[in-house]
């Protein structure tokens, strides 16, 4: 059974959806809302509201409606619960000084997604439903965008087929929705430095898998070797590559770069095995700006423990949307301790991270043109 075309040639969602609100009758009160705000932790509290747009076979995507936010009714049949098919993607609203709220690259979450969505065999989301879908959330939800320093507001778009039915094939019914969750720092020791642990038995991703797609089976299937690094001390797990274990492939839920000298910055290539990430790609082009030479190549294991020993590495650093820029101060495995566990974090790590931030919450000029005002109707900002 083949996959309908993208909903954006089906004739009925051509055009910019159209969202309805249902305002919550169980909406926080102001007091609630702030002692939340006040110490959000990561993933843990969730805004008044959430996005949901049906997409079916026959009419593509409609009913786009922001709704209370609650549970989800899902058929016990539904494929979601019994083949995985499911995507996401992850993004933040920053508040500037001047209280307007603002996204970071939000088009390349949105090219993402329709890139899981061809692999999950999904129905792909247009950008521009995608952007709306991030505007309406805010827009009704936005005192929840906190204000703190290095605060945001968390994005999480996700997709799931929900039709009832027990063949394994490609859903003909499918639910996209968008939660928010007020957010602090990812790890709870903020910006420093983290230990990880390397995975020796367990891969994350295939040749030809769903590596380089943000599906939830890939997560799920880190969740074992994660816990395994929790139970050494380790923050995140690290994965090689499935096919020779010896190349560097990326951590649970993000990406990891290498400093060499003062001059050189290293990341693994992107073999499809590895996840495109948006932070991945703002740190190469702040990097670029900032005259360091950046090699996207294969990394094995080998040249980062010689790396390290020689002092020809000098820094490693985990970036996501979660983790921004998160130092890397050892890496740790059965018979095996790269770096060391007291190191500070590295200079160039904290300067990388100091601009993308700068840029994100609008304290350095938007050079890349990488903002999107939410607070404002499209295309004023
Ligand atoms: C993100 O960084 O947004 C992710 O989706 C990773 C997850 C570990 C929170």
């Known amino acids: ?28 009160t102001e007091i ?3 002692e939340i705000l ?11 509201h959430m996005v949901a747009i049906d997409w079916t076979l026959d009419e593509g995507w409609h009913n786009a409606r922001v709704m209370p936010y609650g549970p989800l009714q899902l058929d016990p049949a539904s ?3 019994h083949y995985g098919q499911e995507i996401f993607e992850g993004l933040k609203a920053y508040r500037h000084a001047d209280g307007s709220i ?3 690259r939000p088009e390349k979450n949105a090219e993402r997604l329709q890139r899981s969505a061809r692999r999950l065999a999904l129905p792909e989301l247009s950008e521009a439903d995608f952007i709306e879908s991030i505007r309406q959330i805010v827009a009704v939800d936005g005192d929840w965008v906190p204000s703190a320093p290095e605060t945001s507001l968390y994005l999480r778009p996700f997709m799931i087929a929900n039709e009832s039915f027990l063949g394994v094939r490609a859903a003909h019914q499918v639910g996209y929705y968008v939660i928010a969750s007020p957010a602090g720092a990812y790890f709870s020791d903020g910006v420093a430095p983290i230990k990880i642990w390397l995975s020796t038995e367990y891969s994350r991703a295939g040749r030809g898998g ?20 929790y139970d050494n001390g380790c923050a995140q797990v690290l994965f090689l590559d499935g096919e020779t274990s010896s190349r560097i492939d990326e951590l649970g839920g993000m990406n990891v770069f290498f400093v060499h000298g003062t001059d050189t ?15 991945r790609d703002s740190i190469l082009q702040l990097a670029r700006d900032r005259g360091l030479t950046v090699e996207e190549r294969d990394v094995t294991l080998g040249e980062w423990q010689d790396g390290v020993a020689s002092g020809a590495i000098t820094e490693v650093f985990a970036c996501g949307t979660a983790a921004v820029v998160t130092p890397i101060s050892q890496l740790k495995g059965p018979n095996l301790s790269i770096g060391d566990p007291d190191a500070p974090a590295g200079e160039i790590t904290m300067a990388l ?11 350095l000029p938007d050079r890349h043109g990488w903002l999107t005002r939410l607070d404002a109707p499209a295309g004023q900002a």
């Not at 769903?210 to 690094?229: F, I, W």
């Not at 910055?265 to 932070?279: A, C």
């Open 210 to 229: 769903t590596g380089a797609a943000k599906c939830g089976g890939n997560y799920a299937a880190s969740l074992l070797p994660q816990m395994q690094a």
């Open 265 to 279: 910055l290293v990341t693994p290539r992107l073999t499809g095995s590895i996840l495109e990430g948006v932070t």
């Open 79 to 81: 494929s979601v619960l």
């Open 38 to 48: 006040a110490d959000p932790g990561f993933g843990k509290k969730f805004t008044d």
């Open 102 to 104: 603002w996204t970071f």
């Open 32 to 34: 609630e809302r702030e």
């Open 353 to 363: 991270r100091q601009e993308l931030t700068d840029i994100q919450y609008g304290r």
């Open 1 to 28: 059974m083949t996959q309908a075309a993208p909903a954006t040639t089906s004739g009925t969602t051509t055009f910019p959806l159209k969202f309805s609100l249902t305002p919550s009758t169980a909406a926080r």
